[in-house]
């Protein structure tokens, strides 16, 4: 894969993160497959915008041209990229030097669309004990019962994916605003999830592949390692589900959720029971928090159908 055919995007809304932001950079700058460019993408922050352009000359750095959210900040990044391929990594996140590289390999099967990597934890505090590898989607990162490395899926994981440009001409519209993540309110996510679908049923026969040699690691602040956390984020999850049903088809878009909700959780609970019988006291713990993470889930999807979002509040 020649160089000068990969854009990286990172999207970005505060100066809080200005460390990390520029550690996302300085990681995407010392790829061994060097990118044709990195476009870091301003969220509706002006003093962000302005200490970016002039601490990092060698980097495109623009402003969200679409509306307030990581979507549109998302679909900025897509519009201004040059590379036949468009990485996205997040901006509280550092890459492995051949993350790109792996990445990038994945795309000699003229059949794949777009290629997702393995994101790692890096924990700012000490990891929660109870927390559940099963829902490390909570905190942005692969979680325990995803597809091997190599497989196909139906969708990335948005901290660390990519896709062939030609995704972003099928799927006009980009990754939808409304659903993902914004700078204030709710912990939303979802917008790959309802993007991939959608490129799927525009171009049938394209891949969407797992490369775990494709390594990031994902910051997890201690806010984010707190039960409150944990449980907004899992009632959030279930709005933004309720959400894509319009663009997916019904519920059957969600025949994933739905397999891993009731085949592969009722096994890491017990699972975790037992830890309690083997020494790990922390198991019935990380068990209460399956019970209790897919209960607000479920909860904020029964409640996004009957659009009251309301019930729960982000803490």
Known sequence: MRAREVSVVICA???ERWEQTCAAVDSVRSQSLTSLEIILVVDYNDALYQRATVAMPDVIVVENRERRGLSGARNTGAARAQGEI??????????????LKFLADVYENSAVVGSGGLTMPRWLTTRPSWMPEEFYWVIGC???GLPPSGATVRNLLGANMSF??????????????GIGRTATGRPFGCEETEFCIRLGRALPGSLLVMDHRAVIWHNVPKSRCTVSYFLSRCY?????KARIIPSVGGSGGLATEYAYATRKLPLAVARGVGDVFHGDPAGLGRAAAIIAGLA?????YANGKLGCPSRARTV
């Open 13 to 15: 809304y505060t100066e």
């Open 236 to 240: 959030a999850e279930g709005l933004s």
């Open 142 to 144: 692969n979680y325990a």
């Open 164 to 177: 062939r440009r030609e995704a972003f001409e099928l799927v006009k519209s980009g990754f939808t605003a």
């Open 296 to 300: 607000m889930t479920a909860t904020g």
């Open 86 to 99: 468009i990485a996205f990594i997040d901006d509280d996140a550092t890459a492995h030097e051949d993350w």
